[in-house]
């Protein structure tokens, strides 16, 4: 058993997480083994400790940095002393997570981080970059045009502010699209300097008449809050009652008031992998290979959008070495509505 092969890990152990050694799976075809050094917190992370999702012994984390430390013979993109930034849905297989001092990824559905980009916004990108990219460009999904054929068409960003809704303005702008967001008055700057056009309180009274009457012609909205009200109310902005509406909530969760003119869809971003995947035993998703596609090209040109500015990092913020009590302490904040536009971080020592 080669060493890091037996990682030091935060897992799960019911309602609590403990520091123990995990085991991580052998290399699968175009998988590498990496020494992790940042990993950051998603609010999917709480949710699936919370529900127990995965049982005891889960690793959860689903986004890293880190140094390619072996190759599978099948990857042609890494090398060994590479440094990159990967997706992995952290608890589903185990001993597999970002929250620990080893991780798996995927050639594909990683990237290798540009010169001057620093690390720990790096490894901010891949969950929320992915989501966004889907949630605008699959089939499965809005199903915008892409290659900058938006023509200044509009699309409303639920949630501007969200790290997920931060890298949404970014691509429908690059895309070509006339992009507007809600969010609150505080953040009003940082989605305006993402891109947005035109930015909205979410909490106005009047925020859909704003709305429509600013984009009468409105036809796509992308809900990246996926709360009790964020898809209905969204939703009222389409003024001709029809259009298209995703939310990133699975299943469409919490969609029932939205008007039956309009076509609704989700986001998932574990589609990314060309695998099947399987949540709490209950909710099964295929294999979507559009999904993969899409996700592998936009890893391919991360790189490059990186470098020529085109897409910017959120703002981050480091909760400390990675330990049970950080973690903890992230979920907390996410739980209790303390953290706004910005992503939460822990550094990985060996």
């Excluded at 992790?36 to 995965?54: G, I």
């Excluded at 986004?63 to 072996?70: C, D, H, L, Q, S």
């Excluded at 990219?133 to 409303?156: C, D, I, K, T």
Aim: aromatic letters at 8%; glycine letters at 8%.
């Amino acid at each position: 058993m080669k060493s890091y092969q037996d990682a030091t890990a935060v897992v799960q152990h019911q309602d609590s997480l403990v520091l123990s050694t995990v085991q991580l799976p052998s290399l699968q075809d175009h998988q590498v083994y990496v020494k992790v050094e940042f990993a950051a917190f998603n609010p999917t992370d709480r949710l699936a400790f919370d529900l127990q999702a995965f049982g005891d012994d889960a690793v959860l984390g689903c986004e890293f940095v880190g140094t390619v430390v072996e190759a599978h013979p099948t990857v042609t993109k890494l090398e060994v002393g590479d440094c990159i930034a990967a997706l992995v849905w952290g608890g589903e297989i185990k001993g597999l997570g970002a929250y620990s001092t080893f991780c798996i990824a995927d050639e594909r559905l990683s990237f290798k981080i540009p010169d001057g980009i620093a690390h720990p916004s790096a490894c901010s990108i891949p969950l929320a970059a992915n989501t966004a990219y889907l949630a605008l460009f699959s089939q499965n999904s809005l199903g915008l045009p892409q290659g900058g054929s938006g023509n200044g068409r509009s699309v409303l960003i639920w949630g501007g502010s969200s790290i997920v809704g931060y890298f949404a303005i970014q691509f429908a702008n690059l895309h070509g699209f006339t992009v507007a967001a809600t969010c609150s008055p505080r953040n009003f700057d940082l989605v305006k300097n993402a891109g947005a056009t035109h930015v909205f309180d979410y909490a106005n009274v009047d925020v859909v008449t704003r709305i429509q009457e600013c984009l009468p012609e409105l036809s796509h909205v992308f809900d990246t809050i996926g709360n009790d009200e964020s898809s209905t109310t969204a939703s009222k902005c389409l003024k001709s009652g029809t259009g298209d509406l995703c939310t990133v909530r699975p299943g469409r969760a919490k969609t029932e008031g939205v008007s039956a003119g309009i076509r609704v869809t989700d986001v998932f971003v574990f589609t990314a992998f060309p695998t099947p995947h399987t949540y709490r035993g209950t909710t099964h998703w295929p294999v979507i290979m559009e999904n993969h596609a899409l996700s592998a090209a936009l890893y391919e040109d991360l790189p490059r959008l990186l470098l020529e500015e085109m897409i910017i990092p959120p703002p981050v913020k480091c909760l400390g070495n990675l330990s049970p009590e950080a973690v903890l302490e992230a979920m907390h904040l996410n739980r209790t509505g303390k953290v706004s536009a910005e992503k939460l971080y822990f550094e990985v020592f060996v």
